[in-house]
Nanobody, 121 residues
Framework: QVQLVESGGGLVQAGGSLRLSCAAS????????MAWFRQAPGKEREFVAF???????LYADSVKGRFTCSRDNAKNTLYLEMNSLKPEETAVYYC???????????????WGQGTQVTVSS
């Protein structure tokens, strides 16, 4: 069992930056693929990035070069550094934990409650 709690969301102007954190409970955090998804109103949940237990990462094309996903296994924490934010990236951001390294939301077994990110124009 893994419990996830996101933090760090808020209101930022277009072009600004935010850093999200996801604190995980459980002793096997380091063995999970950890991912970030986001969901805007009226839209499906969208893959943003994941970090495999080895530290390898994969990003959605739309965020490559602007977002950095990282993990600190000693602190059981996942991070998402977001730069050059755009208004269309306003959404609830969720962290998720799963076994497989995949971009599909149903493959992840554990989810946080989400944190709101609002980017103003």
């Amino acid at each position: 069992q893994v419990q996830l709690v996101e933090s760090g969301g808020g209101l930022v102007q277009a072009g600004g930056s935010l850093r999200l954190s996801c604190a995980a409970s459980g002793r096997t955090f380091s063995r999970y693929t950890m991912a970030w998804f986001r969901q805007a109103p009226g839209k499906e949940r969208e893959f943003v990035a994941f970090t495999f237990w080895t530290g390898n990462t994969l990003y959605a094309d739309s965020v490559k070069g602007r977002f950095t996903c990282s993990r600190d296994n000693a602190k059981n924490t996942l991070y998402l550094e977001m730069n050059s934010l755009k208004p269309e990236e306003t959404a609830v951001y969720y962290c998720a934990a799963g076994i497989a390294a995949t971009t599909t939301a149903p493959s992840y077994s554990y989810w946080g409650q989400g944190t709101q990110v609002t980017v103003s124009s």
